[in-house]
Nanobody, 124 residues
Framework: QVQLVESGGGSVQAGGSLRLSCVVS????????MGWFRQAPGEEREFVAAISRHGGSSVYGDSVKGRFTISRDNAKNTVYLQMNSLKPEDTAVYYC?????????????????WGQGTQVTVSS
């Protein structure tokens, strides 16, 4: 069973930065494409970023492009989301997902495993 555990969320003022981490259990981390999504209250889960199995390629949602950076360290079974220039509209629960089959997937249904989420709150 694959388990994902996010950390690094918190409260920050607009313009600030946070780095989220997601540790994945098991020995097959490099076989998964990884993604970050977020969900605000009353909203659907929104695609944020995805990275390929060995980190050579990444894609971003339009609302975070140029501000957020996804990366991964396969030796540590960890994927990161560096978030800069945060805005109040970035407030949400952030989830990481692991995808067995699809490269750089933007759809939440493409992901096979999810973490429990970490709250990010940005105040104005």
């Amino acid at each position: 069973q694959v388990q994902l555990v996010e950390s690094g969320g918190g409260s920050v003022q607009a313009g600030g930065s946070l780095r989220l981490s997601c540790v994945v259990s098991g020995r097959t981390f490099s076989r998964y494409g990884m993604g970050w999504f977020r969900q605000a209250p009353g909203e659907e889960r929104e695609f944020v970023a995805a990275i390929s199995r060995h980190g050579g390629s990444s894609v971003y949602g339009d609302s975070v492009k140029g501000r957020f950076t996804i990366s991964r360290d396969n030796a540590k079974n960890t994927v990161y989301l560096q978030m800069n220039s945060l805005k109040p509209e970035d407030t949400a629960v952030y989830y990481c997902g692991a995808d067995k089959d699809t490269v750089l997937a933007r759809g939440r249904l493409d992901y096979d495993y999810w973490g429990q989420g970490t709250q990010v709150t940005v105040s104005s």
